[in-house]
């Protein structure tokens, strides 16, 4: 299973990345004023990702389709992008830029996999120092059914 971790930049703002099972980066979250926000973020990312179907527009016969969902893009950069939107239709979390379509689908499987992750730790970072870990109660973890 891959790991949740908040991050707090040097400007106090929050945001957390899933880590798949290499700990590579599968998922970067928007920027929260809180580490509260951080956490409902994940939560929601836990609730939505598993069930999330996939709006391939890619295609030319690409479909809209309602949410929660992942959008499979190609940027202005010409590279494979991919965003988890919630039932609000906000973007809970980007993918990072990948060179071929399959291997952005193959993200959002890893997404998908590794949603249902736990956060042992949350680590906050200011910047690229680490400063402090705090553990996160089991009711971060929990989804409301």
Do not use: C, W
């Not at 494979?80 to 060179?99: D, V």
């Amino acid at each position: 299973m891959g790991k949740y971790v908040i991050t707090k930049n040097p400007k106090g703002k929050y945001h957390f990345d899933l880590l798949g099972n290499n700990g590579e980066v599968i998922l970067s979250s928007q920027m929260y004023m809180a580490r509260k926000g951080a956490l409902k973020g994940i939560r929601s990312t836990i609730k939505n990702a598993g069930k999330a179907p996939v709006e391939d527009q890619t295609t030319k016969e690409a479909k809209t389709l309602g949410i929660p969902k992942f959008v499979l893009s190609k940027g202005k950069d010409k590279k494979f992008h991919f965003a988890l939107i919630a039932n609000n239709g906000k973007a809970i979390g980007t993918s990072q830029a990948y060179a071929a379509v399959a291997s952005a689908k193959a993200g959002i499987k890893s997404v998908k996999a590794n949603s249902k992750s736990k956060i042992e730790k949350a680590t906050v970072l200011v910047g690229e120092k680490k400063v402090a870990k705090k553990k996160v109660t089991k009711k971060a973890t929990k989804t409301k059914k």
